[in-house]
């Protein structure tokens, strides 16, 4: 899996791609991306009879993947074969069948073609208002900025899939409700995450595992709106309690030798633009820290994450060059890019890529690299012998850039970012993911 689809429009798919036209999730209906690999039983077989059909017959409000789960995702059959569909226009009669709609529980991702028998599974699933995992996070209520479209999209140009040069403009919104993330082992709920995956898939063009998601962990970005008012006249106030919507996650891989910190990120589509993308990015590099690894996100990342990316590590970066003191005497204050990435917990690669784009930087020649205090530990201890404070340091000379904290908040300004962090540290559960030293695990 790889990093991607967090906000914003997808690209570069073709109409034969698709399996499935539409999803209904929960109340919402929206359009699908990229083909999915349902099974036969969702998908029908190669003639397409009922690939076509709004409720076709034999749809199971299930989800649990069989023999069948592992096609192609091409909805299985040729061209010569689609040309029986029904309801199909002159230009799908060339196409391989698609699923009109596919039906999806909001709750546990389970799905069907079949309306009647979803209907029935939602209600049921709703009124146990489960949900898998465990909560980690809830987000401090407020204000927050996001970006909103000024106005209608322009119309995409013929043969193109997505529309480009809409002017966005900043909004401040307030949150309502309760907004959280809840930590899902793939070991432990196998057949939800899943089912999550699959839905996923609809929305991410690389995404690749589906099956096998016992390696993974699995964090769920979850809002819940505030309980509506009571009615004041009534002799016994009865409070229905709201109903959690899961709007998007990512997954992280339990055991990652590149240390990845996350491997898929998705919003769903009716919450996209919101800002909630960055708040899922800024919660697995808190998770990182934490736990004491450097990470980022697994390479390579798509187009749409890459630009979602570079948009957080700036805002990151941007921030913590606007925190840094000035020196003594108005002298210019230096650091490296090691220290930016201690500071900020993102791979010094991806501080450098960022820092390009910001193009804030300009060329101020060459320079001694900055000495680094050795740390106690990589010394050998207190103990261990430290050369006198007079003796003299070689270091190489080496090029370097000078960025001025006027041109950071200048591009801050032009580029809509808001310095707040995307994710508290605070709103954690106390102790989760906090890595323990050797004294605590001795007195444990």
């Known amino acids: 899996m790889r990093a991607s689809g967090h906000g914003g429009s997808r690209a570069g798919t073709t109409e034969t791609d698709r399996n499935i036209d539409k999803v209904v999730l929960g109340n919402v209906i929206f359009r699908a991306w990229y083909p999915s690999y349902y099974g036969k039983e969702v998908l029908g077989d190669a003639s397409g009879a009922n690939s076509t059909t709004k409720g076709g017959k034999g749809g199971k409000s299930g989800g649990k993947p069989g023999a069948g789960s592992k096609a192609n995702g091409d909805a299985g059959g040729s061209k010569d074969d689609a040309t029986g569909a029904k309801g199909q226009g002159k230009r799908d009669r060339d196409n391989?069948?698609?699923?009109?709609?596919?039906?999806?529980?909001?709750?546990?991702?389970?799905?069907?073609?079949?309306l009647v028998s979803w209907l029935e599974h939602v209600r049921v699933c709703e009124r146990q208002r489960f949900i898998p995992g465990n909560k980690i996070y809830v987000h401090p209520k407020g204000r927050r900025m996001v970006l909103v479209p000024s106005g209608p999209a322009p119309k995409p140009a013929r043969g193109k899939r997505a529309s480009g040069g809409q002017k966005m403009v900043e909004e401040v919104v307030h949150d309502e409700g309760e907004w959280s993330i809840w930590e899902v082992d793939g070991e432990k709920d196998v057949l939800f995450c899943q089912n999550l995956s699959l839905f996923a898939k609809l929305f991410l063009d690389n995404k690749s595992v589906f099956f096998d998601v016992t390696g993974f962990n699995y964090f769920l970005l979850v809002h819940t709106p505030p309980a509506p008012p009571t009615d004041p006249n009534a002799e016994v106030a009865e409070i229905a309690p709201a109903r959690s919507q899961i709007v998007g996650f990512f997954s992280k891989e339990k055991m990652s030798w590149d240390n990845n910190n996350l491997a898929c990120i998705l919003i769903?589509?009716?919450?996209?633009?919101?800002?909630?993308?960055?708040?899922?990015?800024g919660a697995s590099y808190e998770i990182s820290r934490r736990e004491g690894i450097m990470g980022g996100p697994e390479k390579p990342i798509s187009d749409l994450g890459k630009k979602g990316y570079k948009r957080f590590w700036a805002g990151e970066i941007a921030r913590w060059l606007l925190t840094l003191p000035p020196s003594a005497a108005g002298e210019e204050t230096v650091v490296d890019v090691n220290e930016c990435s201690q500071a900020t917990w993102i791979a010094p690669d991806d501080c450098l890529l960022a820092l390009r784009e910001m193009s804030v930087a300009e060329d101020a020649g060459k320079g001694p690299s900055r000495v680094r205090e050795p740390k106690a530990e990589e010394i050998g201890g207190p103990a261990a012998v430290v050369a006198p404070a007079a003796a003299v340091v070689e270091t190489a000379e080496v090029p370097r850039v000078r960025i001025s904290q006027q041109a950071v908040r200048a591009w801050v300004a032009r580029n809509g970012i808001s310095l707040e962090k995307t994710c508290d540290p605070n709103g954690f559960v106390e102790g989760y993911a906090v890595k323990q030293t050797e004294e605590e695990e001795v007195a444990v």
């Open 96 to 114: 391989p069948p698609m699923l009109d709609r596919l039906y999806v529980c909001p709750c546990c991702f389970k799905y069907s073609k079949e």
């Open 268 to 281: 769903f589509p009716p919450w996209q633009r919101k800002g909630l993308g960055a708040l899922l990015m």
